[in-house]
């Protein structure tokens, strides 16, 4: 079995992993599959969705559930009081950046995050100003890149991949197979928005039952755009 096939195996990943909750993840992963069959979900399984019928919690209700619950199996009307995704400040800076030629520094997105790094924190792993010009740098050639390709790239396509999607789009499954947003990627999700992708590579986050056994789940685990 080569490291390079799984590296979630390979002795440098060893922190990663725990850090990823991965041997959570693999019991969960056995155990949905003695539970509901071979079409279970699997934790940090990458789907593939429509950005823009994306939806999301309304106030106070659905679940909050992080990357470590990836893949968990949650009944329950929380998938039925969604609202369609608004557009928060990220979404908004993107929008003010790509579309109307803003600098990123003129941008209420940034400016947040640099007043949260004067404060002493760390957000997206920036430290000072430079950090974050270099990371929303990263993020224009994201765009061009995506722009030019006209999707998104798997984790599995990318240079530090690590384990199926993680750490991609995060998303939770409701019952007839609408994404809801659960958090992560927010970046990547606006730039496919704004670019009116069709549709996204995902990290699954949680599942409800209904969406394995109407089959809504293994549907989107095949992109539209390699069917012929």
Not at 8 to 15: A, G, R
Not at 109 to 125: N, Q, S, T
Request: hydrophobic share 40%; with cysteine; glycine share 8%.
């Amino acid at each position: 079995m080569a490291f390079a096939d799984h590296p979630t195996l390979h002795p440098v990943n060893w922190l990663r992993d725990l850090r990823a909750h991965v041997p959570r993840k693999a019991v969960r992963d056995w155990l949905n599959v003695r539970r509901y069959g071979p079409d279970a979900p699997r934790s940090d399984e990458c789907v593939y969705v429509d950005p823009n019928a994306m939806m999301q919690r309304a106030a106070g209700r659905g679940p909050r559930r992080r990357r470590r619950h990836s893949g968990m199996i949650m009944d329950g009307d929380w998938d039925l009081s969604l609202v369609p995704l608004k557009d928060d400040s990220k979404y908004v800076s993107i929008a003010m950046h790509f579309n109307d030629g803003v600098r990123w520094e003129d941008t209420p997105l940034f400016e947040r995050l640099l007043k949260e790094i004067e404060a002493g924190h760390v957000p997206d792993d920036c430290a000072t100003r430079e950090d974050l010009l270099a990371r929303y740098a990263a993020l224009d050639r994201l765009y061009e890149e995506t722009r030019a390709r006209g999707r998104l790239l798997a984790k599995v396509e990318l240079p530090d991949y690590f384990r199926r999607e993680h750490g991609g789009i995060f998303v939770h499954i409701t019952r007839d197979g609408t994404p809801m947003r659960a958090g992560g990627g927010a970046h990547r999700l606006a730039i496919a928005r704004l670019l009116n992708l069709p549709e996204v590579p995902a990290q699954i986050g949680v599942v409800h039952p209904l969406a394995i056994r109407n089959g809504a789940l293994q549907r989107l685990r095949q992109s539209r755009l390699s069917q012929p």
